[in-house]
C-alpha cells in the first residue's frame, strides 16, 4: 500500500483539535500515567518508540512503548508528567518538545490510566537512553505504521486485543501501547491523509 504520510506539523496539529479523544475514567479507579507519543520530521515523519530493559522481574519487560510513567503530585500537571518522563528517560529536555496536544486516556489491565501527548522533537538534542530502563530506541515511519494499520484492516473499527498489533523489524507493537498508536493512526488517516489529497 505504501502509504506516503507527507503530512506537515500544521496539519497534524489541526486534525489533534478536531478529532474527539478517549475521556477519562472515574476517579481514584486507576493509577494516573502519562507517555509521549514523540515525534520527528525527516523527510517524512517517525514516531519514536523504546524497547522497555530486559530485565528478570521488570513487568514491562522487552515492550515496546512510548516513553512515560506515572504521574507524580509534583508534576502539577499530566503534561509535565510526560515531559519529565521524557527527560529522565530519553535525556529530551521539554524546551526541545512541542507539544500538540493530548489524545485522551487509554487503560490497562493491571489500573493504569495513561494519557498520551503528542509532542514534536526538534533533534537539536542527542537522545540518551536510560540503560536501567531501555535497551533500544526505534525510529519507526508513520508510513509503515499505516500500512500494517491498512493492511490488516484495523482502520474504522475497534479491533480485539489479540489482534491489535504493529510488528516492525523484530519487535511488535501491541497491548495499551497499540491502543494508542491505533487512536493515533485513525486521527492520521482520517483526517491528515485526507487533507493532504484535498
Known amino acids: 500500500m505504501n502509504q506516503t504520510a507527507t503530512f506537515s506539523f500544521d496539519a497534524l496539529s489541526r486534525a489533534m483539535i478536531k ?15 502519562s507517555v509521549m507519543a514523540l515525534m520527528e520530521f525527516e523527510s517524512s515523519p517517525n514516531l519514536i518508540f523504546i ?9 514491562w519487560r522487552n515492550q515496546m512503548a512510548f516513553p512515560g510513567g506515572h504521574w507524580d503530585p509534583g508534576d502539577g500537571s499530566r503534561k509535565a508528567t510526560a515531559l519529565r518522563e521524557l527527560e529522565e528517560e530519553m535525556g529530551i529536555s521539554k524546551r526541545h518538545v512541542d507539544v500538540i496536544g ?37 525510529h519507526i515511519p508513520v508510513g509503515h505504521l499505516l500500512d ?18 504493529y510488528p516492525y ?15 493515533f493512526m485513525e486521527i492520521i488517516r482520517a483526517e491528515v491523509m485526507s487533507s493532504c489529497s484535498g
Not at 152 to 165: A, H, M, Q, V, W
Request: charged letters at 25%; hydrophobic letters at 35%; a negative charge.
Open 19 to 33: 478529532s474527539d479523544h478517549p475521556g477519562p475514567p472515574p476517579e481514584d479507579m486507576f493509577r494516573p500515567t
Open 51 to 59: 524497547q522497555k530493559a530486559d530485565v528478570a522481574g521488570y513487568p
Open 102 to 138: 493530548s489524545l485522551g486516556h487509554f487503560q490497562t489491565i493491571n489500573q493504569r490510566d495513561i494519557e498520551a501527548f503528542v509532542g514534536v522533537w526538534d533533534q537539536e538534542q542527542e537522545i540518551c537512553a536510560d540503560a536501567s530502563e531501555i535497551q533500544r530506541v526505534f
Open 148 to 165: 500494517v494499520h491498512m493492511e490488516k484492516g484495523l482502520n474504522g473499527r475497534t479491533p480485539g486485543f489479540d489482534e491489535l498489533t
Open 169 to 183: 523489524e523484530d519487535v511488535v507493537i501491541w497491548g495499551a501501547t497499540a491502543k494508542i498508536l491505533h487512536h
